[in-house]
């Protein structure tokens, strides 16, 4: 199995094949638009812009499922990153990434890559200190922990590492640059 084994409806609500990124190093971000971490828009788009050329594709997937900070639909959330952010990068529609729901490519990512919350992280201790009043059964498991998580996948189509929101995506950089080459 990889992630070219999945598919998802693209904000415009067509089915879409991840096979269309195959050979391309993804970034798999969980976003939304009313979250404290949605500047991370800007560096995500930044990253993109300054690697597309070499094979980066970040692919972006709306969730509601942290705290209602993703309550538009797809033309309003494909408009507010446009606006506010000027996304370029692909846009998914509206998923779950935990729970019963949960879309497939996410429990694939969540199996491959379980995570490691690391407290010492910068900014972590504002989002552990939520997650242990308001969301303390997603701590040491694989779930998704919030908005802005992180995958990235090799040009296989392999899970290599998983980002927790805090990491922001200039903190990524080295990782993309050693991958890309």
């Known amino acids: 199995m990889s992630v070219y084994d999945y ?19 993804l970034l798999i971000v969980n976003v939304a638009s009313k979250c404290g971490l949605t500047p991370q828009y800007e560096g995500l788009e930044a990253l993109y812009k300054k690697y597309q050329d070499k094979g980066l594709v970040i692919l972006g997937f709306p969730c ?12 309003e959330i494909e408009q507010f990153c446009s606006v506010n952010y000027g996304v370029s990068f692909p846009m998914f529609s509206k998923i779950e990434v935990n729970g019963a729901g949960a879309h497939p ?6 199996r ?15 989002l552990v200190g939520h997650l242990k009043k308001n969301f303390p059964e997603l ?9 802005f998580t992180k995958f990235l996948v090799d040009g296989r189509g392999v899970v290599v590492k998983r980002y927790e929101p805090v990491v922001t995506p200039d903190q990524i950089d080295r990782d993309l640059q050693s991958l890309l080459g």
């Open 7 to 25: 598919q998802a409806k693209s904000i415009a609500g067509q089915d879409r094949s991840l096979k269309d990124f195959s050979g391309k190093l």
């Open 64 to 75: 509601d499922q942290f705290g209602h900070q993703e309550p538009g639909t797809e033309a």
């Open 105 to 110: 490519l996410y429990q694939y990512l969540r």
């Open 112 to 126: 491959e890559q379980p995570g490691q919350f690391d407290e010492s992280t910068p900014g972590a201790e504002r």
């Open 139 to 147: 701590l040491g498991t694989d779930a998704v922990k919030w908005n």
